[in-house]
T-cell receptor, first 114, second 113 residues
């Protein structure tokens, strides 16, 4: 089955700096890679996603890159703000079947210091 | 707001009991997936329902079962509760297809004592 590894597990940055979180996956059938932000006591919120036919996607301060050959993808947050502090999860989905099985990483706790 | 609603938000059960959790999917979404999230871990896929049938399952025992109704809402049932079942249970809805995106509800916190 799919295995997703996420690094680092914790990340602390100064406000205004950039943050990078990396994930690797094992199943070459995975073709959809979303990133979720989870605040304390809440469900995961989709912040950006990328599909296997695209190498990079950007949405304001957030960007995601995908290297299919190396089977890794990364989340980049620029100009971090204290409200970016949360747990971030990457996931890998094989969506070319109806099963839609998904595997999540174990999360990265991001702390942005004012 | 994702439009996915779950109930109850919190509950406490005794080991050996049974529990039913409920989920209403986002309007127009015909697929519901359930996840278990233990403290400090990522969500783990339990199963997915599409057109009222289970069409994908993760590594969970048969005492985890579900239903999907004609209005696409869903239930997760867990029998013979164990202490390790204590977790946040998340429902996610999507529109079945190759390019579907899933949206999570806020979850149901289950504590088994």
């Amino acid at each position: 089955g799919e295995n997703v590894e996420q690094h680092p597990s914790t990340l602390s940055v100064q406000e205004g700096d950039s943050a990078v979180i990396k994930c690797t996956y094992s199943d070459s059938a995975s073709n959809y890679f979303p990133w979720y932000k989870q605040e304390l006591g809440k469900g995961p919120q989709l912040i950006i996603d990328i599909r296997s036919n695209v190498g990079e996607k950007k949405d304001q301060r957030i960007a995601v890159t995908l290297n299919k050959t190396a089977k890794h993808f990364s989340l980049h947050i620029t100009e971090t703000q204290p409200e970016d502090s949360a747990v971030y999860f990457c996931a890998a989905f094989a969506q070319n079947t109806n099963a839609g099985k998904s595997t999540f990483g174990d999360g990265t706790t991001l702390t942005v210091k004012p | 707001e994702t439009g996915v609603t779950q109930s109850p938000t919190h509950l406490i059960k005794t080991r050996g009991q049974q529990v039913t959790l409920r989920c209403s999917s986002q309007s127009g979404h015909n697929t519901v997936s359930w996840y278990q999230q233990a403290l400090g871990q990522g969500p783990q896929f339990i199963f997915q329902y599409y057109r009222e049938e289970e069409n994908g399952r993760g590594n969970f025992p048969p005492r985890f079962s579900g239903l999907q109704f004609p209005n696409y809402s869903s239930e997760l049932n867990v029998n013979a509760l164990e202490l390790d079942d204590s977790a946040l249970y998340l429902c996610a809805s999507s529109l079945q297809g190759v390019r579907n995106t899933i949206y999570f509800g806020e979850g149901s916190w289950l504590t088994v004592v």
